[in-house]
């Protein structure tokens, strides 16, 4: 139990790190980021890791929905959580222009909206990396079928 938990939340941590690297690069070009200045890089990752905050932050409760059904139901296959990612990331897209003031430029166009969804299928794709792969399997409820002093063992089953 401890060990999925510790995994289910290193798999979102490094997902949201990967979205916010997404929507960096989508922000930056690469000359900005691998340029000719020593601190290029280095400020590239400080905003990736502020930008995987804020997506964290707006991700958590429903990061922690998918990551729950995908554990109770052992969905180990990586469409689901990708969905799950593109799912969170056009729910932040909405909430961000939900969230926009009639004096100021809009968020929606093509661009934006591409590096959401491409920074939730990559978020979704590293958190099944990480942990989804591993996700718990379903338990089936053990039936009296096969028990020796069953009512219905092997011998007594019809076909």
């Not at 690069?25 to 601190?39: H, K, R, W, Y």
């Not at 969905?75 to 990612?85: H, S």
């Not at 959401?116 to 794709?125: D, R, S, W």
Request: aromatic share 12%.
């Amino acid at each position: 139990m401890f060990r999925s938990i510790i995994r289910v939340l290193l798999g979102f941590v490094l997902a949201c790190f990967a979205a916010g690297a997404v929507k960096v690069l989508f922000a930056l070009t690469p000359g900005e980021v691998f340029g000719g200045d020593s601190d290029a890089l280095g400020n590239a990752v400080y905003l990736a890791i502020q930008t995987a905050t804020q997506s964290g932050v707006f991700a958590a409760p429903f990061a922690l929905i998918a990551a729950a059904i995908g554990e109770w139901n052992g969905l180990r296959r990586w469409p689901f959580y990708v969905l799950a990612g593109i799912a969170i990331a056009l729910a932040g897209f909405v909430a961000q222009y939900q969230s926009e003031e009639l004096t100021q430029p809009t968020i929606v166009n093509n661009y934006a909206l591409t590096a959401f969804l491409t920074a939730g299928f990559i978020g979704g794709l590293v958190y099944w990396v990480v942990a989804g792969r591993e996700a718990a399997e379903v338990h089936q409820p053990e039936t009296a079928v096969g028990r020796p002093g069953s009512m219905v063992s092997a011998g007594n089953r019809k076909p």
